[in-house]
Nanobody, 115 residues
Framework: QVQLVESGGGLVQPGGSLRLSCAAS????????MGWYRQAPGNERELVAT???????NYANSVKGRFTISRDNAKSTLYLQMTSLKPEDTAVYYC?????????WGQGTQVTVSL
């Protein structure tokens, strides 16, 4: 059973940085895309950034220029480097792997941006 495990969340002051990691416990075949999503209290889950197979990346307008998605295939790990964090970035962040047979989701990691 493949599992995705996120880490790296925490409390950070506005303007600070965090790097989230998402490690896959097993091999996933037929990957279409990998991405990060977030959900703030009272809001729907929203896309933050995706990286399809290849080097193309996509970002939500709200994080462009501040967040960077990347992956290390050798380590089966997805990353999200977050800089210039704002209070409105506060949410639970989830990683997602879309494969030909199913979607995989992590359990989420809390990011709180506050003084």
């Amino acid at each position: 059973q493949v599992q995705l495990v996120e880490s790296g969340g925490g409390l950070v002051q506005p303007g600070g940085s965090l790097r989230l990691s998402c490690a896959a416990s097993g091999s996933i075949f037929g990957i279409i895309a990998m991405g990060w999503y977030r959900q703030a209290p009272g809001n729907e889950r929203e896309l933050v950034a995706t990286i399809p197979s290849g080097d193309v990346t996509n970002y939500a307008n709200s994080v462009k220029g501040r967040f960077t998605i990347s992956r290390d295939n050798a380590k089966s790990t997805l990353y999200l480097q977050m800089t210039s964090l704002k209070p409105e970035d506060t949410a639970v962040y989830y990683c997602r792997v879309r494969a030909t047979t199913r979607d995989y989701w992590g359990q989420g990691t809390q990011v709180t941006v506050s003084l």
